[in-house]
């Protein structure tokens, strides 16, 4: 039993190691090369100049928000995993990132954000996702048992209304408007307000520390609602405040990168294969991971076609609705929707 | 003083559909009791009344004289421990699935097992001797071993009462016995009391102490396997015509079935 904490401390260690390279590999590239060995003057060191500019307010606010969404997105993916049981659910598949981005658009559209100022807008986003989680949860119920295929449909459903109502909002709002939307909605880590990189930063470690209050109900849930309460789990109550907090990141995360798809869905799988299935080591991988995983798709994302910049969302899209298609593969061999 | 375990005028079941009513019997503690009755009966809308999974209707379920529906979660799961008979798809570890036993006893925020946990989990992987497949996932198992590790878990919960929905539903006879022996022996070495809803007339004949045989949702009849498996009994209830004996050895009741063409070469006989 000790080596198995031994064992976590090492996995912990190695997430942290291979985010840390990702890092620097994203502090160094791109347009500006820097050298690895000029980074540590450039990063804490005091100075004028591009180089600083570059390193300091360009690259590094970048990086913490992607490693703040990745985390923020793979970790609500991974509770999400745990409550429906199911591998193939995450905030983008539920159709909660879309419902998070409807919440967003309406207020860029009704002109809302200048009502409360900064935070109008991840707050829209909660809203939203929230609502949509709530509502696929209750359609996918048939009598006390949630059923799968009818869940991962609605929320397929729920993710096409949303990008109708997007659609129908960018047909008849201004073009200024239909500017910002769809900027945004391509999905980037660019983010020049550093207010709302540190609600972001705030927000994704404080749930992360919050689900770790709720590690023994998803281990429990690993056996199904009915086994988790025979084991003294009020499911009801866990499930509920595990769904407010992952719509809380998916909110804030879609209100500031954009929908970004199917993060929550190949890091908590990837993870899962090294760790096992244990919560309590899968909530903090995830996280670290997801984190990593999204610095170094951005980092590809402006600079593989340098100096034009791919939205985020298109290679995250690509890469993890491949694995979608493989992973729902093996389920279908197993059968597991039944 | 208060019956060990009591159910009182207990009614339950599901939304305008099936359920079971007029539900009274006692279990005395360290008692081997089955609950048998034919498909439909209401054998699992109990089974899920007892555990809680459905709200009382009417009627109530005390434990030590303390109305289980009272208490919470975790009070509830230190008490009874439940096997069910599903098959389990998750890819824990062994060793891990049992140690799951110990949840109920947990704090909130207890994020490692204590020595106490480990010893516990131990010695019932030893009790139930599957120390072998302690590193095994439990979707590599066979339904049988699923059925040993699932017991194991519910021993490291130390109950009060050990629940189980058909323990030998998926099993071969070599297994379904050796299942049942196992039931007996920790029923007999560690006092421990046994509620199991069985499906095997003879299993539940040879096996428990007492049971309780439902038909449309009430108790027909209770008692001790020779009072409750009887011909006439079986035959009002399952609808069958059955021939019931008594094992030499044991001296329980035996229920043999009869098959269509037996039972009309009998009567062509007789005339």
Not at chain 1, 53 to 76: D, E, H, Y
Request: a neutral charge; proline letters at 3%; one cysteine or more.
């Amino acid at each position: 039993m000790q080596k198995k904490y031994l064992k976590w401390l090492l996995l912990i260690l190695l997430f942290i190691v291979v985010t840390s390279i990702i890092i620097i590999h994203s502090l160094t590239s791109g347009d500006l090369k820097v050298s690895l060995a000029d980074l540590p003057r450039l990063l804490f060191g005091q100075g004028e100049g591009v180089e600083f500019t570059i390193i300091k307010s360009i690259r590094l606010p970048r990086i913490i928000l992607g490693l703040a969404v990745g985390g923020a997105l793979s970790l609500s993916g991974v509770i999400l995993q745990g409550v429906y049981r199911n591998p193939l659910v995450e905030p983008y598949t539920l159709g909660i990132s879309g419902g998070a981005s409807i919440g967003v658009a309406l207020t860029i559209v009704f002109g809302l954000p200048q009502l409360i100022g900064t935070y109008m807008l991840p707050l829209a986003g909660f809203i939203g996702a929230l609502v949509t989680l709530f509502l696929v949860y209750i359609l996918s119920i048939r009598s006390g048992k949630i059923k799968i295929q009818t869940m991962l449909l609605v929320g397929v459903m729920v993710s096409f209304i949303a990008s109708s109502i997007m659609m129908l909002l960018l047909s008849t709002t201004t073009s200024e408007n239909i500017h910002s939307i769809i900027f945004w909605i391509m999905g980037s880590l660019d983010e020049p307000d550093t207010k709302l990189i540190s609600l972001a930063v705030i927000t994704s470690l404080l749930s992360l520390f919050l689900s770790y209050f709720f590690v023994q109900p998803l281990n429990a849930l690993r056996l199904g609602e009915e086994k988790a309460r025979y084991l003294g789990i009020n499911t009801d109550v866990s499930i509920k405040i595990l769904f407010v907090i992952t719509s809380l990141l998916t909110g804030v995360c879609v209100s500031m990168a954009g929908v970004i798809g199917f993060v929550g869905l190949i890091i908590p799988h990837l993870i899962r294969l090294i760790t096992g299935s244990d919560f309590r080591i899968l909530l903090i991988s995830s996280f670290i991971a997801g984190g990593g995983f999204l610095v170094l798709c951005d980092t590809l994302a402006r600079t593989i076609i340098a100096p034009n910049e791919l939205p985020i969302g298109v290679l995250t899209g690509m890469v993890g609705g491949s694995i979608f298609i493989v992973v729902l593969n093996r389920i279908n061999k197993k059968s597991l929707i039944d | 003083m208060s019956v060990f375990f009591d159910i009182q005028q207990f009614s339950c079941g599901y939304y305008r559909k099936f359920y079971i009513k007029n539900i009274n019997f006692n279990v005395a503690k360290g008692s081997l009791t089955g609950i048998i009755g034919p498909n439909g009966s209401g054998k699992t809308t109990l089974f899920k009344g007892i555990t809680s999974e459905l709200k009382p209707k009417e009627g109530k379920i005390l434990l030590h004289g303390k109305d289980i529906s009272l208490m919470n979660f975790r009070e509830r799961a230190r008490n009874f421990a439940i096997v069910t008979q599903n098959i389990e798809e998750a890819d824990i570890r062994v060793e891990d699935y049992v140690m799951m036993g110990r949840i109920p006893y947990h704090s909130k925020f207890q994020f490692f097992e204590t020595k106490n946990d480990i010893e516990i989990a131990e010695k019932y992987l030893n009790l139930i001797d599957i120390v072998h497949l302690r590193h095994k996932l439990m979707n590599e198992l066979s339904g049988g071993e699923q059925q040993l590790v699932s017991i194991a878990r519910a021993l490291t919960q130390e109950p009060e009462i050990l629940l189980l929905d058909e323990p030998t539903s998926h099993l071969d006879i070599s297994h379904q016995i050796q299942l049942m022996n196992l039931i007996q022996r920790l029923n007999a070495q560690l006092g421990l009391t046994v509620l199991m809803i069985i499906h095997d007339l003879n299993l539940a004949g040879e096996y428990c102490d007492y049971l309780v045989l439902l038909k449309q949702g009430e108790i027909y009849k209770k008692g001790t396997p020779e009072e409750v498996l009887t011909y006439q009994f079986i035959e009002d209830v399952y609808g069958t015509v059955v021939i019931t004996k008594t094992n030499p050895l044991s001296g329980k009741p035996v229920v043999f079935s009869v098959s269509e063409r037996t039972l009309k070469q009998v009567q062509d006989n007789r005339k």
